[in-house]
């Protein structure tokens, strides 16, 4: 009996001398979404503050913009209850402006204690590292950090393209049905007479010293006698697009006549045989 009273004596005297747990008193947690950032990126700071029931935290004010860094916006979350008091969430994002090892900026947390009063608890300050843009991207693609870039437009896209390729096709179409109607409405000329005067022409030219003079000459008096001959429209035509009822020998002077005129020292010879071929085609005409 003795010995029981001992025992219960002991266990009143261990539950009074028994330590208090200690009450929890307004705990904060500051959390970056990365260790670096480039000059200009986001950088997303999440702060967590825990207090006993009763306090209440109200939308900070952001602070001044530094030189280091500037603040872009602050969005206050729903508290969330806990059993030993209310976590508030706050998302804060800010841009560096300068590159090197910088502190973060001091943002003053509003908190409303229980008795009405206001007291603030300053978050931040801890350093952090920013890297220089110049270190990933050519200095011409750089822009100003806080601004974005401009967006990329290209020079011509799809829509555009296609716009192009229509009006291509519709310009062929154009010009194949005007040469084709051109050619079924050939005027009524005396193609002999036609012949007789180039013959005159290319014999007057002959006289010509110079030879890329002469093979100008030469052309220019055969193209009108192929357009009016044959409905041909010479401004856009080239030997090599003759028809072949414009005949071998004049198709290959006006070839021979087209290298000389641009061959940076034609011979004579070739020039003087491309323009007697030509005048003794046009010889036969009529015959």
């Not at 003795?2 to 028994?18: F, N, P, Q, Y």
């Not at 969005?75 to 969330?80: A, C, M, N, R, S």
Request: aromatic share 4%; with cysteine.
């Amino acid at each position: 009996m003795r010995a029981a009273h001992v025992l219960l004596l002991l266990a009143l005297c261990s539950g009074a001398c028994a330590p208090e747990e200690p009450r929890r008193g307004i705990e904060t947690r500051v959390s970056l979404d990365r260790t670096t950032a480039l000059v200009g990126d986001p950088l997303g700071v999440t702060i967590e503050v825990e207090t006993p029931p009763g306090y209440t935290l109200e939308q900070p004010a952001a602070p001044a913009s530094e030189e280091t860094f500037v603040s872009e916006s602050i969005e206050k979350l729903d508290p969330i209850p806990l059993a030993r008091g209310v976590r508030h969430h706050l998302l804060w994002t800010l841009r560096p402006r300068v590159p090197g090892e910088h502190a973060l900026p001091i943002l003053e947390l509003p908190l409303v204690q229980p008795d009405g009063g206001v007291r603030l608890l300053p978050v931040g300050g801890m350093p952090f590292r920013v890297r220089s843009v110049r270190e990933e991207v050519p200095e011409q693609q750089v822009f100003f950090d806080i601004r974005p870039a401009p967006e990329y437009t290209p020079l011509l896209p799809r829509a555009g393209m296609a716009a192009l390729l229509l009006s291509a096709l519709v310009t062929a179409a154009v010009f194949i049905h005007r040469r084709q109607k051109s050619r079924q409405t050939v005027p009524e000329i005396d193609l002999v007479e036609l012949a007789r005067r180039t013959g005159k022409q290319l014999e007057a030219a002959f006289e010509e010293p110079d030879v890329r003079r002469l093979a100008d000459r030469l052309a220019g008096a055969l193209w009108p006698f192929i357009e009016q001959s044959y409905a041909i429209d010479s401004a856009s035509c080239t030997p090599a697009d003759l028809p072949s009822e414009v005949g071998e020998p004049l198709r290959l002077s006006l070839h021979a006549l087209e290298n000389a005129r641009f061959e940076k020292n034609p011979a004579r010879a070739p020039v003087l045989e491309a323009g007697r071929a030509a005048r003794a085609a046009l010889s036969d005409v009529g015959r």
